[in-house]
C-alpha cells in the first residue's frame, strides 16, 4: 500500500482559498488514481475530487465544481487540491486516497492522517 502525507489545511475566512498538496511514498503513486476525501463533524466521509493516472480524467462533486481544481505531478509523487471561493460548509479534515473503484469513484484505501481545513463566516 501507498503511504500519503497530507499538508496545506489552516483557518480562512470565507471567499478565501488553500491548496493542499498531498505527498506519496514510493513510485507506486504513478499507477493509482487518486482522490480527496473529506469528513465534517457528524457526518460521513464524502468524496470531494478525483483524477486518473494520467490526469486525463477528472471528478469533482457538484458541491465544489468551479470552486476546487484537483491536478496531479508523478514527477513529484504529489497530488494537489486548489480551493477557491471556500465556503463554512467546505470545513472538515481533508483526506487523500487512492481510488480502488471507479470511474466514478465508489471505493478508497491508502488513506493519509488527514489536513484540517477551518472556513470561519
Known amino acids: 500500500q501507498v503511504q500519503l502525507v497530507e499538508s496545506g489545511g489552516g483557518l480562512v475566512q470565507a471567499g478565501g482559498s488553500l491548496r493542499l498538496s498531498c505527498v506519496a511514498s514510493g513510485r507506486s503513486f504513478s499507477y493509482y488514481d487518486m482522490g480527496w476525501l473529506r469528513q465534517a463533524p457528524g457526518k460521513e466521509r464524502d468524496v470531494v475530487a478525483a483524477?486518473?493516472?494520467?490526469?486525463?480524467?477528472?471528478y469533482y462533486a457538484d458541491s465544489v465544481k468551479g470552486r476546487f481544481t484537483i491536478s496531479r505531478d508523478n514527477a513529484k509523487n504529489t497530488m494537489y487540491l486548489q480551493m477557491n471561493s471556500l465556503k463554512p460548509e467546505d470545513t472538515a479534515v481533508y483526506y487523500c486516497?487512492?481510488?480502488?473503484?471507479?470511474?466514478?469513484?465508489?471505493?478508497?484505501?491508502?488513506w493519509g492522517q488527514g489536513t484540517q481545513v477551518t472556513v470561519s463566516s
Open positions: 486516497a487512492v481510488v480502488r473503484v471507479g470511474w466514478p469513484p465508489r471505493a478508497f484505501g491508502s
Open positions: 483524477i486518473s493516472v494520467s490526469g486525463s480524467n477528472t
